[in-house]
């Protein structure tokens, strides 16, 4: 079990504080070992007097509520997800010259522990992928913005030549080299722009189907708001994520019907 209580004993249990929302609040520290070199990384117990807004919470795996179908935000996950948003946070804690650096080593234990807990390397690779996009795109300034840019790019010039490929000339398929020659200027990043690349234009379709899907739920979910008159908050196109709010009190006598 690579992830243990604070003096090395197996762990079986998280007591999770509920927070509402997406929002979960560790109430007991726990420590995960690093099987590249042994060293113990603590999760620290959230402080439960603060307010989640202030950074002290996890939601777990942040998957897009309309992709929950293809990555649940919690599972095997849930563990390397509790602490990557740990170190999420001391990074951005850390003195600005920092945070790049010290994201790039969480994204990276994120995935050995994902991999280490029992998530298969493919998604895994997914899961690191994405958490290191939404690091360039934080701290990573312009550099930032032009990596993603070439990801996106690279993405669709990937699905493009498979296109061509199927379609006009089979020579178009030589496109898929591209991608992964344009990453090499980007230097320590370059296995980060690969990988989002190639994955980002292998999940695409799936991406999207889960997008539209999503839609057309929503649209008869619509439909059936407007037939019973409109009661309710209108539907949106993603799982429940909040506890239904409490009706306003009327008049200082309690609760409107």
């Given amino acids: 079990m690579p992830f243990t209580t604070v003096d090395g004993r197996p ?3 998280v007591p999770l504080l509920y927070r509402m929302g ?6 007991a520290s726990f420590a995960y070992r690093d099987p590249r070199d042994g060293s113990v990384v603590t999760v620290p117990a959230h402080d ?6 202030e950074g002290n919470s996890t939601d777990f795996a942040s998957v897009p509520p309309f ?3 293809l990555i649940a935000n919690y599972g095997p996950q849930t563990l390397p997800a509790i602490l990557h948003d740990a170190m999420v946070e001391d990074a951005r804690r850390a003195p600005a010259a920092e945070r790049l650096e010290r994201r790039r080593v969480a994204d990276d234990l994120f995935r050995v522990a994902l991999v280490d807990n029992g998530v298969h390397r493919l998604r895994a690779r997914v899961m690191w992928a994405a958490v290191g996009l939404e690091r360039y795109a934080r701290f990573g300034g312009r550099r930032g913005t032009g990596l993603i840019a070439q990801v996106v790019i690279g993405a669709l010039v990937l699905v493009a030549a498979v296109v061509l490929g199927l379609i006009v000339s089979p020579w178009w398929l030589l496109l898929v080299l591209v991608p992964a ?12 722009t690969t990988a989002a690349t190639y994955l980002g234009a292998l999940y695409l379709p799936l991406v999207l189907g889960a997008f539209l899907a999503s839609r057309i739920e929503q649209l008869f979910a619509l439909v059936v708001w407007f037939a019973t008159g409109c009661r309710e908050r209108a539907p949106r196109a993603e799982p429940t994520l909040r506890w239904p709010a ?5 008049g200082g006598r309690g609760r409107a019907a």
């Fill in 22 to 27: 997406r929002e979960f609040q560790v109430t």
């Fill in 181 to 192: 020659l344009g990453a090499a200027p980007w230097g320590r990043a370059a296995p980060l």
């Fill in 246 to 250: 409490e009706p306003e009190p009327t």
């Fill in 67 to 69: 992709l929950w179908g």
């Fill in 48 to 53: 439960v007097s603060r307010p989640p807004t």
């Fill in 11 to 13: 762990l079986e249990s």
